[in-house]
């Protein structure tokens, strides 16, 4: 049993790896988040008080992230700004969050000698063509392209140098595209999900095809456990399921799935820079660590997603009229 730090727990992804610790571990938890727009204290309701502290504060903040390491013994960092469109439209909460708050972080790790593990993104890499038979793999060389996607390599390469310089026992790593429950409605499957529950036409970028490798978010939290665990400090490892699918064929099936015609999406203005194709090769997580994903079935993941918009709509409604105007104001 451990004691372990999650930034940004409150989102996405970090509150389904603090229910995956929940169920799956009997560490002590406490979550550092800021509460953003993409935090929501209502993805961490119903944990054990003896097993779960939740701390409102911000990892830019030295002196609180001084006090919080110093009682930790790993450090899982989810903290970010986490969306493209975002980054196009005011790049700066980027750059203050992703560097400077990862630098924060790598500050207290080298001073207490704690266990980090940075969460990062395979949009590092850039991006592929639609026929090219390579995936991103550890060795594939940075070549962001979006404000979001370069301050995450720019937190990578600060962390590789921390352990390269400073000795901190860290490892990296960087995952594909997730999809599941408490993802917040800006983004790709939860948007085009909570519009057809509110009889809005899902809205796809550009011609639709580019394609994303998505992975359900409980496979990205046992990855990540695993790496954890078992992996080499200093180490890279890319997380992925094989999941590669075009955004058209994604919103037909989450029409069909919801009971609408396949082809009642609306084109609109495409993302300015849009990343054409993510693919991982997650050989080196699977063949070394022996990690494999169990939510392999991404149709009937997307059924149980929906699923949970429709049974949570108090969890997105509050969200949702402000994230549609801010689209609506680029023709999105
Ligand atoms: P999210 O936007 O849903 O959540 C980010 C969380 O970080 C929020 O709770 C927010 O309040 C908190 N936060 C932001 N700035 C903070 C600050 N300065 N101090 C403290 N807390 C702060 O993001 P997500 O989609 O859950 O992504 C989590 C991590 O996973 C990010 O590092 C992201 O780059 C990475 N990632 C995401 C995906 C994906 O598909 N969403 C894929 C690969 C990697
Ligand atoms: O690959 C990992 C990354 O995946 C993470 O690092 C990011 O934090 C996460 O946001 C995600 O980035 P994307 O830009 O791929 O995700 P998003 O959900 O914004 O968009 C997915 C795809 O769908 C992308 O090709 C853009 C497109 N899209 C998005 C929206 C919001 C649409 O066609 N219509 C939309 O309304």
Redesign the pocket.
């Known amino acids: 049993m451990s004691k372990i730090l999650v930034t940004g727990g409150a989102g996405f992804i970090g509150s389904n790896f603090v229910h995956y610790l929940m169920d799956n571990t009997d560490h002590e938890v406490t979550v550092l988040d800021s509460l953003t727009y993409a935090g929501n204290k209502a993805s961490l309701v119903d944990l054990p008080s003896n097993r779960f502290t939740f701390v409102h504060g911000d990892i830019r903040d030295a002196e609180l992230v001084d006090e919080l390491f110093r009682k930790n013994d790993t450090v899982v960092h989810y903290a970010a700004e986490?969306?493209?469109?975002n980054s196009l439209d005011n790049p700066r909460p980027f750059l203050e969050t992703n560097i400077i708050g990862t630098y924060t972080l790598l500050e207290a790790a080298r001073k207490y000698d704690t266990r980090l593990h940075h969460i990062s993104?395979?949009?590092v890499y850039g991006d592929l063509e639609l026929d090219d038979p390579e995936r991103f793999s550890e060795s594939t060389p940075y070549n962001p392209s979006s404000p979001?996607?370069s301050t995450?390599a720019g937190s990578d390469l600060l962390v590789r140098a921390w352990v390269r310089s400073f000795g901190v026992r860290a490892t990296i790593s960087n995952?594909?595209?997730?999809y599941g429950p408490y993802q917040h409605v800006?983004?790709?499957?939860p948007?085009?999900i909570t519009n057809v529950i509110r009889g809005v036409r899902p809205?796809?970028?550009g011609a639709?095809e580019?394609v994303?490798d998505w992975i359900h978010a409980d496979d990205h939290s046992s990855a990540v456990m695993t790496i954890v665990d078992k992996g080499v400090l200093g180490e890279t490892y890319l997380i992925g399921a094989d999941g590669e699918k075009n955004?058209k064929d994604v919103v037909e099936l989450i029409l069909t799935t919801m009971g609408q015609p396949a082809d009642a999406y609306d084109h609109?203005t495409d993302?300015p820079g849009?990343?054409l194709r993510?693919a991982i090769d997650s050989t080196k997580l699977r063949t070394e660590l022996g990690w494999k994903p169990t939510h392999a079935d991404f149709e009937s993941g997307i059924a149980a997603t929906i699923d949970w918009y429709k049974a949570n709509e108090a969890w997105w409604a509050p969200t949702k009229d402000a994230t549609e105007a801010f689209?609506a104001s680029k023709g999105?």
């Not at 995952?175 to 997730?178: A, E, H, I, L, V």
């Open positions: 986490s969306h493209n469109d993104t395979d949009e979001y996607s995450k995952c594909s595209n997730n800006e983004k790709f499957i948007r085009q809205k796809l970028y639709g580019n994303r955004n609109v993302r849009h990343d993510y689209y999105q």
